[in-house]
């Protein structure tokens, strides 16, 4: 059985973690006994059910609402480009945002939408502050971005990649101490003990930047943490999950990448610097 997803914004969705006596129970009766041929040639004419009439989840749909989450995306960006004096007021707010919608048992999409504009402002207004000091870096960890996800779609599609028991936990184990280090560089970068621009990243072992190091296994972890939204969509879609949980995975998908982004473009400005 495929392992459940890291991400929290699946952890608290009852629709992706359905046993196989509740997913039978969800499937319809036969309603074509003791029904007319002519009933019967009405019946199968009909046009086949879209999501909207079975209100279950599909791949297609959950592609349409993650398309429309980064679009907004894409859009709140653009403003934090413009304004990059809202990047911290942005961090903040979708700090808060991303916590109401990963502790929402249902799903809200207006949330979610929300998470989406503030964290694109967020993006955007990191994004000028990296651009600014380092040319033509947010088009590389733009680029950079989209390959991993794209070459991580591609194996998980293929079968090449899966989510396990083990790597799962693994996975855990180091996501809780790369948050420790990032907590501890953020103190130590606060009180002043450190003097590099990243830190303790800045710190060099054999002429190497800690950062750099560092900033490739995150981003392989970021990778692994789409392997398991790609999984828990696919058991949400196999087990028929009411529809609207697409939108949990819009906003999973969407934390993820924007993670990925971020390591991808500090990696870039730490062998920049």
Known sequence: MAASSSNPAFSNSPAFTLNATKAAQLARPSASEGMSPAQLDELYGRPS???????????????????????????????????????????????????????????????????????????????????????GIVGQAVLGTLVVVGVTLALFRSGKIRASKRATQVFFVALIAYAAFSLINVVLMFTGVTSGMFGLRSVEIMGIPLGAIIGVVVILLAAYSLVLDFTSIKVGVERGAPRVFGWQAAFAVMVTVVWLYTEILRLLAIFRE
């Open 49 to 135: 059910a879209t999501p909207v009439d079975t209100d279950r989840m599909t791949y297609e749909d959950t592609i349409v609402k993650i398309g429309v989450a980064f679009l907004i995306l894409a859009v709140g960006a653009v403003v934090g480009w413009m304004v990059p004096v809202l990047t911290i007021p942005a961090a903040i707010v979708g700090f808060v945002l991303a916590l109401v919608n990963i502790f929402k048992k249902q799903p809200s999409r207006g949330l979610i939408l929300a998470y989406a504009a503030v964290e694109g402002v967020f993006v955007g207004g990191i994004s000028n502050i990296f651009e600014a000091r380092y040319e």
